[in-house]
C-alpha cells in the first residue's frame, strides 16, 4: 500500500462507484480505496473483486469505527446524504458526495456549518463541467470568444430515467423520498451548476413549473422549466422525462457572438463566420464517465491537501434555487425572489418537500435500501445509486 495515499472508502458501491469513481481513484498514486459498505449485500462481491485488498462492513458504523480513514466517497441515492455526510464530519473525515448534495435547502445550511466546525471539506460532484463539450464551453466563455454572456439556455430531453440496480420498479430516482425530487433533482442539478458557473452570477430570482406531462403513475414530476434571471442576464433550462427522444441543447448568447452545441460538437458563431470543435461523446450518450469525474477527484484531493477552494458554496446555490423552483412551481409559476437562507428555511418546506417527507416517515425507519428505504444515523447502512 502506497504510505503517501489518502485512504477512502465507499458509501454505497452501485453504478457510479463501480463504473465512474473507483477506475479513477485506482489511477491515481496519492489515493487508496481501502472499504465499502452498501446494504445490498450483492455488492459486497463486486467491491471486493474489483477492489482485491479492499475490506467490506456491514454497516457504515462499523466502517467508521474499524477504518482509519481519511475520506468518504458518498454514492447513495441523494435522499440519504445529509445523514450521512453529518456522520462522517462527526468521524473528522474528509465528504466527497455525488450530486445532489441534498434534498432539503435547511440540510445544506446544516452541513456547511458542521463542515467549517469540523474543518473538514465537502466536495459535491460537479463533473458535467468536466465534459469535453462542456470545458469547451469555458474555455471559450473564459477567452472571451462571445464577449459578456447575456443568457444561457440548456434543454435536458429524456424519455425516461436512467434505472438503477435492479428491477425497473425499484429504481429509487422515481421514489421521492430516496431522490428527493423529480427530473428537477436529477437532472436540473447540472443544470444549474453549468449554467450559473457560464452566467457568471448567481440569479437574483426564479420562475418555475413542475409538471407531469407522461409518468402519471410516479408520484413526482418529469419535467420541469426554470427561468433565472441574474440582473440583465438570464438563463432558460427546460428538463423533461416526457421526450421522444435523448438529447442534450446548450446556446449561450454573448454581446459578440453565440455558442451552441449540437450532438457532439461545440460550434461558435460571431462577425466573423463560424468555427466548430467535435468534442465527443454527445451529454446525452452514456450516464458513468470516469474522464468526467477525474476532475471531480482531482480537485477533491487538492482541497484535503491543500486547502484549495472546494464547490460547497456552488453546492449550497443549486439547492437553494432547486428550494426556490419547487415554491415558485408550487405559487402557480410566480417569480420568487433568492432571499436569506435564512428566511427560506423559516418559510417552511415547500410542498415537494413536505411530499418527500411524509413519504420518509413513512417509510423504514433504520436503512436506507436500493428501491424506497430512507434515514439513517447511528445505526445506517448505506445504499447504491
Avoid at 463501480?18 to 489511477?27: D, G, K, R
Avoid at 473528522?92 to 445532489?100: N, W
Avoid at 446548450?250 to 461558435?268: C, K, M, Q, T
Avoid at 469525474?293 to 437553494?320: I, K, Q, W, Y
Amino acid at each position: 500500500m502506497r504510505s503517501h495515499a489518502r485512504r477512502g472508502a465507499f458509501i454505497g458501491f452501485g453504478n457510479a462507484a463501480a463504473q465512474a469513481h473507483l477506475p479513477v481513484w485506482q489511477s491515481r498514486d496519492d489515493v487508496v480505496m481501502v472499504a465499502a459498505t452498501d446494504r445490498a449485500e450483492a455488492r459486497r462481491e463486486a467491491f471486493l473483486a474489483a477492489c482485491p485488498g479492499g475490506r467490506w462492513h456491514a454497516t457504515l458504523d462499523r466502517l467508521l469505527s474499524e477504518e482509519a480513514l481519511d475520506f468518504v466517497d458518498i454514492c447513495t441515492p441523494p435522499g440519504s446524504h445529509a445523514g450521512l455526510i453529518r456522520q462522517a464530519l462527526r468521524a473528522g473525515l474528509h465528504v466527497l458526495c455525488e450530486k445532489p448534495l441534498v434534498t432539503r435547502a435547511p440540510d445544506a445550511q446544516m452541513i456547511a456549518a458542521a463542515a467549517g466546525a469540523a474543518g473538514r471539506a465537502v466536495y459535491t460532484v460537479h463533473n458535467w463541467l468536466e465534459a469535453p463539450i462542456c470545458r469547451k464551453i469555458s474555455e471559450l466563455i473564459a477567452a472571451g470568444a462571445i464577449g459578456a454572456v447575456r443568457s444561457v439556455g440548456w434543454r435536458t430531453l429524456r424519455t425516461r430515467p436512467a434505472a438503477g440496480l435492479g428491477a425497473e420498479t425499484a429504481n429509487w430516482r422515481v421514489d421521492p423520498a430516496a431522490a428527493g425530487g423529480g427530473i428537477l433533482f436529477d437532472h436540473g442539478w447540472h443544470a444549474l451548476y453549468c449554467v450559473t458557473r457560464w452566467l457568471g452570477a448567481a440569479p437574483q430570482s426564479v420562475e418555475a413549473r413542475l409538471e407531469t406531462r407522461r409518468h402519471s403513475d410516479w408520484p413526482l414530476h418529469d419535467t420541469a422549466t426554470l427561468d433565472l434571471d441574474c440582473g440583465g442576464r438570464s438563463g432558460q433550462v427546460f428538463l423533461t422525462w416526457a421526450a421522444d427522444e435523448r438529447a442534450n441543447h446548450i446556446d449561450v448568447e454573448g454581446e459578440r457572438g453565440r455558442i451552441r452545441v449540437d450532438g457532439a460538437n461545440v460550434i461558435l458563431e460571431d462577425r466573423s463566420g463560424k468555427q466548430q470543435w467535435f468534442c465527443p461523446p454527445p451529454l446525452s450518450q452514456g450516464s458513468y464517465h470516469p474522464d468526467w469525474f477525474a476532475g471531480s477527484a482531482r480537485d477533491f484531493c487538492a482541497v484535503m491537501t491543500d486547502g484549495a477552494p472546494g464547490n460547497l458554496d456552488e453546492a449550497m446555490l443549486c439547492m437553494r434555487l432547486i428550494d426556490l423552483a419547487q415554491r415558485s412551481s408550487d405559487a402557480g409559476g410566480a417569480r420568487l425572489a433568492l432571499r436569506d437562507q435564512a428566511l427560506e428555511a423559516a418559510a417552511g418546506p415547500s410542498r415537494q418537500a413536505r411530499a418527500s417527507t411524509r413519504k420518509k416517515k413513512i417509510g423504514a425507519p433504520n436503512a436506507v435500501s436500493s428501491t424506497n428505504q430512507l434515514t439513517l444515523p447511528n445505526s445506517a447502512k448505506a445504499s447504491t445509486r
